[in-house]
């Protein structure tokens, strides 16, 4: 067993604290490889900002474990080459058991998520709590679900929306002991998180979606103030890129994010940790298909890579320093 504070990392727990306090959210960045941490390790360490590394079942799967471990350890390091050491969780992203969320432990992670919401509630509270016994004892924080986001996201797939229910927080949280709580208040996972009849549009023509459930959030910190809340499927989907992937032979449709200016609104609250991760996949695509559109002699993955990791970077500054509110509190 590895524990996570030998590869420099730090659980969520002081970090969500500062957030709730401060009124702004932990960025939790999902990543698969070299040019992605890259990214938000700088991107962070220039805005001063803490940071959440999300690993996917599947990134797991695809980025080998013992090469992830390695590169969150190099992640701590690079900040301290880049001349600022931020606060750096190691998380698993949408865990969906009880041994998955046990093997990352062991290898070093500092935080998971154990997602029971697909599941019946007494069966979501049994393994959330299994989870956060085992998790505990080593002081790695867990985060629970409760409520069910509609979309894709690797290996996560609902057809429906489930809001969260205010009335089952209070329970699940006691009974779980769990350390924060997945809400579903309208956001979803992918880049199509609203189809266009539920929006209306705006004065350019561009797609406006259905405002976040801001009344189940505030009902939800009636019930359990001062607890720490995380928003999933939170990307904005920039219309910008959009464009610019379909400019240059993509075929995405529909393409509908949250509005920035509601996620800032939400990190003002007890959300204190956005996963953004379609935004991400969004700007590297757009920077590598113009490459490609426009220099199609080119063939050395560093001279696309390369401008798919500033163009992440840049994104993702702006999201520490505009939409979460993090810069600066590393």
């Known amino acids: 067993m590895v524990h996570y504070t030998e590869l420099g990392l730090v659980n969520s727990r002081e970090l969500f604290k500062k957030a709730i306090e401060g009124k702004y959210a932990i960025p939790a960045f999902n990543f698969n490889n070299m040019e992605q941490l890259q990214a938000i390790i700088?991107?962070?360490?220039?805005?001063?900002?803490?940071?959440?590394?999300?690993?996917?079942?599947?990134?797991?799967?695809?980025?080998?474990?013992?090469?992830?471990r390695y590169m969150a350890q190099g992640a701590v390091e690079y900040a301290k080459e880049l001349g600022y050491n931020i606060p750096?969780?190691?998380?698993?992203?949408?865990?969906?058991?009880?041994?998955?969320?046990?093997?990352?432990?062991?290898?070093?992670?500092?935080?998971?998520?154990?997602d029971g919401s697909h599941l019946p509630y007494e069966e979501n509270i049994a393994l959330t709590k299994q989870v956060v016994e085992y998790a505990h004892q080593?002081?790695?924080?867990?985060?629970?679900?409760?409520?069910?986001?509609?979309g894709i996201e690797d290996e996560v797939v609902a057809e429906h929306h489930t809001y969260t229910d205010p009335d089952q927080v209070v329970d699940f949280v006691t009974r779980t002991n769990v350390d924060s709580l997945a809400i579903s208040i309208g956001t979803s996972h992918g880049a199509t998180k609203f189809k266009p009849e539920q929006c209306t549009r705006d004065e350019n023509g561009i797609l406006i979606p259905p405002p976040l459930r801001f009344d189940i959030l505030e009902e939800v910190e009636k019930r359990i103030p001062g607890f720490p809340i995380v928003l999933h499927g939170?990307?904005?989907?920039?219309?910008?890129?959009?464009?610019?992937?379909?400019?240059?032979?993509?075929?995405?449709?529909?393409?509908?994010?949250?509005?920035?200016?509601?996620?800032?609104?939400?990190?003002?609250?007890?959300?204190?940790?956005?996963?953004?991760?379609?935004?991400?996949?969004?700007?590297?695509?757009?920077?590598?298909?113009?490459?490609?559109?426009?220099?199609?002699?080119?063939?050395?993955?560093?001279?696309y890579l390369g401008p798919a990791r500033d163009e992440l970077k840049k994104l993702y500054m702006h999201k520490t320093v505009n939409v979460l509110g993090s810069a600066g509190k590393a």
Do not use: W
Request: charged share 25%; hydrophobic share 40%.
């Open 42 to 68: 700088s991107a962070c360490v220039e805005t001063k900002s803490p940071v959440i590394l999300q690993v996917s079942s599947g990134a797991r799967k695809y980025a080998n474990q013992t090469l992830l």
């Open 88 to 114: 750096i969780v190691l998380h698993l992203d949408h865990g969906d058991s009880f041994e998955l969320c046990k093997s990352c432990i062991e290898s070093g992670f500092s935080s998971v998520m154990i």
């Open 138 to 150: 080593f002081d790695v924080t867990v985060e629970g679900e409760l409520g069910v986001l509609a």
């Open 234 to 303: 939170a990307s904005s989907v920039p219309h910008e890129y959009v464009e610019k992937i379909n400019k240059y032979g993509g075929a995405l449709k529909d393409a509908i994010g949250v509005p920035e200016d509601q996620l800032r609104k939400a990190a003002t609250s007890a959300v204190c940790k956005i996963n953004i991760d379609s935004d991400g996949r969004l700007a590297m695509t757009a920077a590598v298909r113009e490459v490609f559109a426009t220099k199609p002699a080119e063939f050395d993955p560093r001279k």
